[in-house]
C-alpha cells in the first residue's frame, strides 16, 4: 500500500484552507510505510512456541536465583573467562579443644636430680595447692617416728608449730618447715608430728628436719585425713608428680 504525490499534495491543501496554497516545508517526496512482515510459517512457529515456553512461566519465579548460577564458573569452580577468578574451596577444621591450662604455681624450670625424695611411703602424685604432692603412710605415723629428710640443701627460712589440733592450724598445714636453696626455689613440709629444726639454720641435702605427722585429732596435724607428709615447691616444677 503506497500513496503518489498528486494524494498527498491534495491532502495537505485542505489542510492549509479550501483547497488554496502550497504544501508547507517545500517539496513533497513519496512516503513509503515499513513492509508488512510476511506470513512466513517458520517464524510463525518460532513465535508460537516462545509464547506458549513464556506462558508456563509461574509468576513468583526468582529470575536470579534460577538454574543458570549452576553454570556459572565463578560459582561452580569451572573455568572462568576471567584470570585468577576460580574460588578455592578451603576445608577448615573443626576447632581444637583448649589444652586444660596448668596453675600459676605449676609454672618454672624442671630441675631434674636436684631434689632426692624427702621420706618413705606412698607417692600419690596427685598434683594440689600449692604444688604439692603428698606422701602417705596410713596409720604407722602414731607408732613410730617416720623420718623426714630436706630435698635439697638450703636455709630453713621459717618454722612454723601448731599446738592446736584444729584442722585449720597454721591454715591447714598444722606444723611446717621451709626451706630456701641456693637456686631461689624453696619447699615446705607440713603435717609434721615433731620439728628438729629451727628457722635460720643450714641444712645440706638428706638432713633429717622432722618426723611424718598428720593423723587427725593429733596437735599440728593440720588438716589432714591420715598420716603423710606433703610436700610442696614454689618456683620449679614439683618432680614427684605422676
Request: glycine share 12%.
Amino acid at each position: 500500500m503506497t500513496a503518489n504525490v498528486t494524494d498527498f499534495s491534495r491532502i495537505l491543501r485542505n489542510i492549509n484552507g479550501f483547497g488554496g496554497g502550497t504544501a508547507i516545508g517545500g517539496e513533497i517526496t513519496e512516503v513509503v510505510p515499513a513492509p508488512e512482515p510476511e506470513n512466513s510459517p517458520l517464524l510463525a512457529s518460532a513465535l508460537a512456541a516462545t509464547f506458549i515456553e513464556s506462558s508456563t512461566v509461574s509468576a513468583d519465579v526468582d529470575l536470579e536465583s534460577g538454574p543458570f548460577e549452576d553454570r556459572d564458573p565463578l560459582i561452580t569452580g569451572q573455568d572462568s573467562l576471567l584470570p585468577n577468578q576460580n574460588p578455592i574451596t578451603v576445608v577448615t577444621p573443626p576447632p581444637k579443644p583448649a589444652a586444660p591450662r596448668a596453675p600459676a604455681y605449676t609454672a618454672g624450670p624442671y630441675l631434674d636430680g636436684y631434689f632426692i625424695f624427702p621420706t618413705s611411703g606412698y607417692n600419690r602424685g596427685y598434683l594440689h595447692s600449692y604444688n604439692a604432692v603428698d606422701i602417705s603412710r596410713g596409720d604407722d605415723c602414731l607408732y613410730e617416728n617416720i623420718p623426714v629428710y630436706v630435698a635439697a640443701t638450703g636455709l630453713v627460712s621459717y618454722v612454723q608449730p601448731a599446738a592446736s589440733a584444729s584442722r585449720w592450724a597454721n591454715s591447714g598445714y598444722g606444723n611446717n618447715i621451709g626451706v630456701l636453696h641456693p637456686n631461689g626455689v624453696s619447699t615446705r613440709y607440713a603435717h609434721l608430728k615433731t620439728i628438729l629444726v629451727v628457722a635460720g639454720q643450714y641444712v645440706e641435702q638428706g638432713a633429717l628436719i622432722a618426723y611424718m605427722g598428720g593423723y587427725p585429732g593429733q596437735p599440728g596435724s593440720g588438716n589432714s585425713t591420715g598420716c603423710h607428709l606433703h610436700f610442696e615447691v614454689r618456683g620449679a616444677k614439683n618432680p614427684f608428680v605422676r
